[in-house]
């Protein structure tokens, strides 16, 4: 798509270390989903500019996404980031030592629901979310996540237009039809204020009320 191409190629700059992850992948053998760089970009812009200094991620991969908030932190900012595969924490962990930024992130190998209870009970909270994971806990992860934040947080989703496949009614496959419920919450929810940016596969991005 030439907008796409346009919009990458002015905003959406990779220094090395981002360059090399997408090889890096390939390597190993691990998938490349990765989000696109303007979607990077668009994470770390509104990571700083909410002023950010705890960010939870759900799914690491190879540390893209995480380098890309870790970025736009300030020097004392934090990062959490949930992965179940220790292959990917472990590639994930080598990119953001590669990028400096090893003080700011933490990565907890497990399953993200588990993890997000450990959070809970230890009374963490974030003001930064991003949800990258498996789509069929969509739902489930969004009210984990509202209640881990703090009033005025900013909650991101990416993959909401799941290439496409939210728009064919006959698709019921699980991850399609928990994305199509995931759009409908946010849009809906009275805790939150919503919008679904049409950049990469469907970035979501909602706001925690101060009264949630
Ligand atoms: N956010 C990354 C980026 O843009 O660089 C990409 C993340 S990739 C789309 C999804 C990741 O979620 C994979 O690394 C996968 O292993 C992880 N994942 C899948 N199911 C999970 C679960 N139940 N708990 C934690 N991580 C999970």
Redesign the pocket.
């Known amino acids: 798509m030439r907008e796409r191409e346009y919009v990458r190629s002015l905003f959406g700059k990779e220094d090395d270390v981002l360059k090399s992850?997408a090889p890096g992948l390939e390597e190993r053998d691990?998938?490349q989903?990765?989000?696109p760089p303007e979607?990077?970009k668009t994470l770390y812009l509104l990571a700083k500019m909410s002023g950010a200094k705890r960010v939870l991620?759900?799914?690491?991969?190879?540390?893209?996404?995480?380098i890309w908030l870790a970025r736009a932190l300030p020097e004392s900012g934090k990062v959490v980031?949930?992965?179940?595969?220790q292959k990917?924490a472990d590639f994930?962990a080598e990119n953001v030592a590669k990028a400096g930024l090893k003080e700011r992130v933490t990565f907890l190998v497990?399953?993200?629901?588990q993890?997000l209870d450990t959070l809970a009970r230890k009374g963490e909270r974030f003001d930064f979310f991003?949800i990258?994971?498996?789509k069929p806990?969509y739902i489930n992860y969004l009210e984990k996540v509202i209640q881990l934040s703090e009033p005025g947080a900013v909650i991101t989703a990416?993959?909401l237009f799941q290439h496409g496949r939210i728009f064919d009614d006959q698709d019921q496959a699980p991850s399609p039809r928990t994305i199509r419920q995931f759009n409908e919450q946010i849009a809906n929810d009275p805790r939150l204020e919503s919008m679904l940016l049409t950049i990469g596969d469907g970035l979501g991005v909602c706001r925690v009320k101060e009264k949630k």
Request: net charge negative.
């Open positions: 992850i691990m998938p989903i990765s989000v979607v990077g991620e759900i799914g690491a991969l190879g540390g893209y996404s995480t980031s949930l992965e179940i595969s990917h994930a497990g399953d993200a629901m993890s991003f990258d994971a498996d806990n990416d993959n």
